[in-house]
């Protein structure tokens, strides 16, 4: 919400100019006769699904992906009337509620379409069937499969088969030929669906890494997630990317209280570390209830330019760090961006937590609000002691 005051002094702040950069630099790379599906679940990624959906539509995407029912319905609930897809199963017990709302759900399921069109009654469903060539978890498998939902749909006017896709399981590494042997997979099964007539408006195969290793072959829709927020979908593909992302994700706190420490006084839960004699050790109101878990103990924080490491262990709401020098009460703390010539990046957080960088913002909580902000303009005020 624009001009919404926070008072919690810890913060993430997405760019939105650099959500669009990387829309656009999408849109230039596939064909012309490619449309933009963006994907927005789990909260736009951590980064705010309201913010970056309005924001993806005013950069010209067709349409918006979201995991699961809820997530549909809250865009509808904040005013957004573009198509959206659910990428995941939902009971069928809902397929009113979706058509309802002008929802688009996945189908792949032939009693799944029984027990949806008795509760749809006269309701007409836009449905997008999700064909299984390898990823082994939601889809129709075989010609077998395909058929008996091609006869169940014969059955009821109440579904509107609007797109078809798939989606790759090792599309983020490069030397894996698996995916061609998903497109063939697709394609094929494709071919048969038509057979019966099925010509659907979208065919989707490619997501962020499909479509930059074949973009000629991602159908007439790419749907883009990880990219869309400025991060590489795997270190591989930053070899093969021929353009640039620009992340759109930063993290803030500050320093809400400053010590001197005499030689070996305990810091945190355990006493796992002591200090030495004169150590400056700042206090930040981050912790593992937003995401900031203990296993970050041995990272550190930018304060000034500088590098503060993270000592003893990681409280559920605070951390504490040892400060290059002594600093006022107020000042800046960077966990995720850049101070000056250091930078501390979401693909750093991830290979220190041994994991992928998608997970890294999806994991900040909901305690730390997010400000938006473009060409310099944010959007929401952080009441907060940050010094001038």
């Known amino acids: 919400m624009d001009n919404q005051v926070y008072y919690r002094g ?222 590489s979908p795997s270190q591989e593909m930053k070899s093969i990317q021929t353009f640039e992302l620009k992340p759109s994700f930063c993290l803030y706190s500050q320093i809400v209280h400053v010590k001197e420490m005499r030689e070996g006084e305990p810091i945190s839960y355990g006493s796992t570390y002591r200090s030495s004699e004169g150590e400056w050790i700042g206090t930040i109101p981050i912790g593992y209830a937003d995401g900031w878990i203990r296993k970050l103990s041995e990272a550190y924080v930018l304060v000034n330019g500088e590098r503060a490491p993270i000592v003893g262990r990681i409280c559920m709401d605070q951390l504490m760090v040892r400060l290059p020098s002594k600093v006022k009460v107020g000042t800046k703390v960077t966990l995720i961006g850049k101070e000056g010539s250091e930078e501390i990046t979401i693909d750093d957080i991830a290979e220190r937590l041994d994991t992928i960088n998608y997970e890294i913002p999806c994991i900040i909580g909901p305690r730390v609000p997010r400000l938006f902000h473009e060409n310099g303009e944010k959007k929401g005020v952080m009441n907060t002691i940050l010094k001038k």
Request: glycine share 8%; charged share 20%.
């Open 10 to 231: 810890t913060w993430a702040e997405v760019d939105l100019g650099a959500i669009e950069q990387n829309i656009k630099s999408y849109q230039r790379y596939v064909s012309d006769d490619v449309a933009v599906m963006a994907v927005v679940k789990a909260n736009g990624y951590g980064h705010g699904a309201v913010a970056v959906a309005e924001k993806a539509l005013k950069a010209g995407v067709e349409y918006l992906a979201v995991a699961i029912l809820d997530e549909a319905i809250a865009l509808r609930e904040a005013g957004i009337e573009a198509p959206i897809l659910v990428l995941g199963w939902v009971p069928p017990i809902y397929a009113k509620i979706a058509a309802t709302n002008n929802i688009t759900l996945t189908v792949f399921q032939e009693k799944w379409l029984e027990e949806a069109s008795i509760v749809l009654d006269d309701m007409l469903l836009n449905i997008h069937l999700k064909i299984d060539t390898g990823m082994g978890r939601l889809g129709i498998k075989s010609e077998k499969e395909a058929k008996r939902l091609i006869d169940s749909l014969a059955l009821s006017p109440s579904f509107q088969v609007e797109g078809v896709y798939t989606h790759f399981a090792t599309a983020d590494e490069p030397e894996n030929s698996f995916m061609e042997d998903q497109i063939e997979r697709f394609e094929t099964m494709v071919s048969y669906l038509k057979q019966y007539g099925l010509q659907p408006r979208w065919i989707h195969l490619g997501n962020s890494a499909g479509a930059i290793r074949s973009p000629k072959r991602v159908g007439n829709l790419i749907r883009l997630g990880i990219a869309m927020y400025g991060l």
